[in-house]
Every structure is written in structure tokens, then in C-alpha cells.
């Protein structure tokens, strides 16, 4: 499997903003992105960046939320820049890449009211 490597998260007010990052080593992934897992839910679709850069949001993040990335060298990052954070934002949220289908260990992010 990829190493992946995240970073970013903690705990913020409403409204506030955080930036996660997540690097993996190796050759370019067709996509990567963000899923999350709120508290006693499944987890779901943030957002994706495909190597074409084509992107991809779900309606809850659209226009708060912007994923980006980076390639130098060997090393792939992508990022999740969150703005306007919302309570219902709290989850831990995760890293992945494909191919092969890797997920990072999570970082939580918590937004309080």
C-alpha cells in the first residue's frame, strides 16, 4: 500500500476554517480526495481531484470547501481547504488515493457552536 500522511485538522469555532493536507509517495493517482465520518454515521463523500484536475464536491461543502493539489517530485499532496466551517462539519476525516485504493489513518476535525 501508499504511505499516506495527514495533517491539519483540530478543533475550531463556527465559522472558522481549517486546511488539511495529505501526502502520498509514489506515481500520480488517476484520483484523490476526502471522505469524512461524522459521529454514528457512515462515512461520505467530501471531495475529489482527479491528476486532470477535475473536481468534485458534495452538496453540503459546495462553495465552503476547495480541494487542491500538488505533485513535486515523487511525492503527491492533495489538500482540503474548509471555510465557514459548520458544526455538522465535526467528523473525522480521511485521505485517499487510488490506484491502488489507499486510505490515510484520519484526522478528526471538530467545530463548535
Known amino acids: 500500500q501508499v504511505p499516506l500522511v495527514e495533517s491539519g485538522g483540530g478543533w475550531v469555532q463556527a465559522g472558522g476554517s481549517l486546511r488539511l493536507s495529505c501526502v502520498a509517495s509514489?506515481?500520480?493517482?488517476?484520483?484523490m480526495g476526502w471522505y469524512r465520518q461524522p459521529p454514528g454515521k457512515q462515512r461520505e463523500l467530501v471531495a475529489t481531484?482527479?491528476?486532470?484536475?477535475?473536481?468534485?464536491?458534495a452538496d453540503s461543502v459546495k462553495g465552503r470547501f476547495t480541494i487542491s493539489k500538488d505533485s513535486p517530485s515523487a511525492k503527491n499532496t492533495v489538500y482540503l481547504q474548509m471555510n465557514s466551517l459548520k458544526p455538522e462539519d465535526t467528523a473525522v476525516y480521511y485521505c485517499?488515493?487510488?490506484?491502488?485504493?489507499?486510505w490515510g489513518q484520519g484526522t478528526q476535525v471538530t467545530v463548535s457552536s
Open positions: 481531484i482527479t491528476s486532470g484536475g477535475i473536481t468534485n464536491y
Open positions: 509514489g506515481s500520480r493517482f488517476a484520483v
Open positions: 485517499y488515493v487510488t490506484p491502488p485504493l489507499t
